[in-house]
């Protein structure tokens, strides 16, 4: 239903790599900046990426950004358990006019 | 440092309106432009629309149009918005966000803590 597609979970041990993935079309990801933010129960979301791949300060560098045409990807290094939230991705869309919001992915540190 | 500090929750019948503020402070007002994203329980981010704090001109999401109005006051620097028409499916957390705008590059920072709305009968 979302615009953008995201799976809706994701899990991964200790130490591991994890990667979410986002995908979307020619008139969003295609064509424009990705974001992806990271929402702790009961919080307000969190800029985690920008531009694709530019984390903001306080970012540690273990989380990066991808992008291969339409679609965007979201890998976190070294899991750790504070690592334990939903993320999403937006992207604003030209044929809408407006951001889109991929539906949310909840990863799980097991 | 740049805050967004929201009105309290709402309690609202089905067919009532509410209106839901967003103070700014600690940057220039009219400088960014304010969006408003909406989490229903359990469910994911929605993008309701934006305003230019500057002129005031407004884009809504096709779902909000015609049932959302967004506006400013320049004068206390606060952003609000304003819903219609209130159903049970609109119970959310709503959320404004300052749009960050860097050399063609944008996002979110800082968020507000959100506003419960909860619509029952």
């Known amino acids: 239903q979302s615009v953008l597609t995201q799976p809706p979970s994701a899990s991964g041990t200790p130490g591991q790599r994890v990667t979410i993935s986002c995908s979307g079309s020619?008139?969003?990801?295609?064509?424009?900046?990705v974001e992806w933010y990271q929402q702790l129960p009961g919080t307000a979301p969190k800029l985690l990426i920008y531009r694709g791949n530019q984390r903001p300060s306080g970012v540690p560098d273990r989380i990066s950004g991808s992008k291969s045409g339409t679609s965007t990807s979201l890998a976190i290094s070294g899991l750790q358990s504070e690592d334990e939230a939903d993320y999403y991705c937006v992207a604003w869309d030209d044929r809408l006019n407006g951001l889109v919001f991929g539906g949310g992915t909840k990863l799980t540190v097991l | 440092q740049v805050q967004l500090v929201q009105s309290g929750a709402e309690v609202k019948q089905p067919g009532a309106s509410v209106k839901v503020s967003c103070k700014t402070s600690?940057?220039?007002?009219?400088?960014?432009?304010i969006h408003w994203v909406r989490q229903a329980p359990g469910q994911g981010l929605e993008w309701m629309g934006r305003?230019?704090?500057?002129?005031?001109?407004?884009d809504y999401a096709q779902k909000f149009r015609g049932r959302v109005t967004m506006t400013r006051d320049t004068s206390i620097s606060t952003v609000y918005m304003e819903m219609f028409g209130l159903r049970s499916d609109d119970t959310a957390v709503y959320y404004c966000?300052?749009?960050?705008?860097?050399?063609?590059?944008?996002?979110?920072?800082?968020w507000g803590q959100g506003t419960l709305v909860t619509v029952s009968s």
């Open positions: 966000a300052r749009r960050v705008a860097v050399a063609g590059t944008n996002w979110f920072d800082p």
């Open positions: 020619s008139s969003n990801i295609g064509t424009n900046a």
């Open positions: 600690g940057y220039t007002f009219t400088d960014y432009y």
């Open positions: 305003i230019n704090p500057k002129g005031g001109g407004t």
